[in-house]
Each structure stands twice: as structure tokens, then as C-alpha cells.
């Protein structure tokens, strides 16, 4: 799976969007970018997917870039349980095989 | 619909002993996933099955296997426990034949102590 980079950590005030980046440059043509997060003690989270749309579900919104190299998680209206560790993975395109190679993610601590 | 289900939530087991652990996945999910996550190294993949036949494995030892049986649930064994097998280990479950674009559904996990 191609390499991630994001952001150790970021501060969110309650009530307003995070905007979490996520970098990667040699994503290939058929590999999707999957986020997950993980609430201390729990398994990770679903929260998105997606290939070359921007995709939006009842949780965040996830915007691609035209080249592919980057994306963004977006939480509008972020809460209090919103803080955790988000985890950007991208996910060859082999068929049958559910591998995912996490990174060590961005810690999002959403404040009062 | 129900989440994945991983039994036991704790655990705790001296050395050289071994341990099984049970996961349950989301009905209709035929594909499981275990991985294990310490604070060293975070989340790595142990092994997945699909229709009870191993179809990817991670780079760990042989003391760690695993099953799948007919009705999709699945159990990971850990034989002559060490101590850096202290670990959360969590099952993950995906639809269909788990291809890329089927999210993995994690459950919460097991926590399993060796002393």
C-alpha cells in the first residue's frame, strides 16, 4: 500500500469543521483512500472511502485532489467525542485481499 | 445489525501458555481479519480468511494461527505465550469477497496480558 503522511496532532474547537490532511504522493491509479479513527480502548472506526470523487456520508466529508496526492477528512461540526486518533490509509486495488497498513495517524483533540 | 464480536474483552495468561480468541463478524460478512496493536508498533496485520481458507498472512511467527469456520466466525490462536505478546488483538469484517472497496468493520478487540 502506498505511504501516508499526516499531521502527529491538531486542536479543534467544538462546534467548527476539521479540515484533516493527509499526503500521499505515490498513490497509484487503483488505490483508494480509506479513513478510519480509533477512540482509546476501541477498534478502529469507518468513517469514509474513496477513489477520485469526493465523497460525503452521514460522518464526514472526504475531498481528493484532481492529482490524487492529497486528501482531506472533514468533520463539519466536530464534538467532543469526535477526539481520537484518525488513521488516512491507501489501499491497493487487489481483488479479495482486506489488508490495510495503518500509520501512526493524527491525534484530533477537540476542545470546549 | 449487529457489530463485529470478539470474545473474551480481557484476558490474562502467563508465559508459555497458549490462548484462543473468538470473533464473530457482521452477518453476511464472509471475509475476517486479525491484527494486533501494542504501542511500539502499532497496527499490524496478523492473517485474513475468506470461506475458512487462509488467503493472506502477515509476517509473524508460527505460534500465532488462525481458522475460519463454516459460518464465518473465527478464531486466532497464540501457542507458548512470551511476554511481548501483550497486545490488543482486533477482528476486522468485510462483505463479499473483501475485495478493496468493501470497508473492513473493526470490533473492539481483546485485550490479552501475558505475565
Known amino acids: 500500500d502506498a505511504k501516508t503522511t499526516q499531521p502527529p496532532s491538531m486542536d479543534c474547537a467544538e462546534g467548527r469543521a476539521a479540515n484533516l490532511p493527509c499526503n500521499h504522493s505515490?498513490?497509484?491509479?487503483?488505490?483508494?483512500v480509506y479513513w478510519y479513527r480509533q477512540i482509546h480502548s476501541q477498534g478502529p472506526q469507518y468513517i469514509i472511502h474513496g477513489l477520485k470523487n469526493n465523497e460525503t456520508n452521514e460522518m464526514a466529508s472526504l475531498i481528493i485532489t484532481e492529482d490524487r496526492k492529497s486528501s482531506t477528512l472533514i468533520l463539519p461540526h466536530a464534538t467532543l467525542r469526535d477526539t481520537a486518533v484518525y488513521y488516512c490509509i491507501v489501499r491497493v486495488g487487489h481483488s479479495g485481499y482486506s489488508t490495510l497498513t495503518f500509520g501512526k495517524g493524527t491525534m484530533l483533540l477537540v476542545s470546549p | 445489525k449487529a457489530g463485529v464480536t470478539q470474545t473474551p474483552r480481557y484476558l490474562i495468561k502467563t508465559r508459555g501458555q497458549q490462548v484462543t480468541l473468538s470473533c464473530s463478524p457482521i452477518?453476511?460478512?464472509?471475509?475476517v481479519s486479525w491484527y494486533q496493536q501494542t504501542p511500539g508498533q502499532g497496527l499490524q496485520f496478523l492473517f485474513e480468511y475468506f470461506s475458512e481458507t487462509q488467503r493472506n498472512k502477515g509476517n509473524f511467527p508460527g505460534r500465532f494461527s488462525g481458522r475460519q469456520f463454516s459460518n464465518s466466525r473465527s478464531e486466532m490462536n497464540v501457542s507458548t505465550l512470551e511476554l511481548g505478546d501483550s497486545a490488543l488483538y482486533l477482528c476486522?469484517?468485510?462483505?463479499?469477497?473483501?475485495?478493496?472497496?468493501?470497508?473492513?468493520?473493526f470490533g473492539n478487540g481483546t485485550r490479552l496480558t501475558v505475565t
Open positions: 505515490t498513490i497509484s491509479g487503483n488505490e483508494y
Open positions: 452477518s453476511g460478512h464472509r471475509s
Open positions: 476486522a469484517s468485510s462483505s463479499s469477497n473483501g475485495g478493496y472497496n468493501s470497508p473492513l468493520h
